[in-house]
């Protein structure tokens, strides 16, 4: 059996509601003869009559009747379907959003993100999930609404994205520590030991890289797979670490923080996000708030 034509639907609906086949013509805009040829398409599609002559009239039959209030609410969601989303009221959402995002970016950006959408949305609730390697499936599936880092040749590019900040690389030690007092020169920075941070077991970062490119190298004796491992163990060791700026402000209250050495290419913080969701208000409103609370 071929598929109805589902616009006659409108046609039934306006048929139905005006009881004239000139009427409801005038109404869609067609000339009286297409209107007849669709009410007789009609009538072999629902196998009824539909509508019967009385005097100079028309009439519903029962069929019609039953059809028409029916007919009425289907075109009404139809049309609402269609129609633009409504404009969101942050106050009224009910939602629970999934971002996807570093240790750092949740120690330095949640609370006040939680503060800022607590103001507008109280019905908004927020799961973060460690983010552990740049795989983008859980956001082409659903399971994550937003994510952020750092975009990288393997990003996949079908993904929307908007850049939040830009962060770049210090230097990090315990007070007291020889490199907490005087310049640090190059040579008195390699000249120390050093933890890594590398959330995949990597030898070597964009600090090593900036080594090599002046024939130099520094002595990493233990690699860590996050930031706040590596300040802990600054903090209790004589360890240097070189951590994202922005990334750690609070975790390092009461360390010593200091210029490094060398030129280290700055890291773009963006946040990604599905393209189906690009349009959604709710979603809109989401990236307008971590986008704000990061500025």
């Known amino acids: 059996m071929s598929a109805p034509d589902l616009n006659l639907l409108i046609t039934l609906d306006v048929l139905l509601r005006e009881g004239s086949v000139a009427r409801a013509a005038e109404q869609l805009h067609l000339s009286p ?24 009239g028309l009439v519903p039959t029962p069929r019609a009747l039953e059809l028409r209030e029916r007919v009425g609410l289907l075109v009404q969601e139809a049309e609402a379907l269609l129609r633009p989303a409504r404009v969101l009221d942050p106050a009224q959402l009910q939602r629970t959003f999934t971002l996807r995002s570093s240790d750092g970016f949740v120690e330095t950006f949640a609370a006040a993100l939680l503060a800022r959408i607590a103001r ?25 609404d937003l994510e952020t880092g750092v975009i990288v040749d393997s990003t996949d590019d079908s993904l929307h994205s908007r850049i939040l900040f830009r962060d770049r690389f210090v230097g990090v030690v315990r007070e007291g520590h020889p490199l907490s007092s005087g310049k640090v020169s190059t040579r008195r ?8 941070v590398s959330r995949h077991g990597a030898a ?25 491992a590596a300040l802990a163990l600054v903090r209790d060791s004589d360890l240097i670490a070189c951590v994202p700026d922005r990334h750690t402000e609070k975790l390092r209250a009461g360390l010593h923080s200091f210029e490094l050495p060398l030129v280290v290419p700055d890291i773009t913080v963006s946040m990604l996000w599905h393209p189906r969701m690009d349009a959604d208000p709710a979603h809109h409103w989401l990236r307008d708030c971590v986008r704000e609370t990061c500025a």
Request: overall charge positive; hydrophobic content about 40%.
């Open 204 to 228: 070597s970062g964009p600090v090593d890289q900036a080594l090599q490119g002046l024939g130099l190298s520094r002595n990493i004796v233990t690699t860590v797979g996050g930031f706040s």
């Open 33 to 56: 003869s297409a209107m007849s040829r669709a009410l007789a398409r009609l009538r072999e599609t629902t196998g009824d009559p539909l509508l019967v002559r009385a005097g100079r």
């Open 189 to 196: 920075f390699i000249a120390g030991e050093h933890v890594l």
């Open 120 to 144: 507008q949305a109280p019905g908004v609730r927020l799961r973060f999930l460690q983010k552990t390697d740049k795989d983008s499936t859980l956001l082409r599936d659903g399971r994550v």
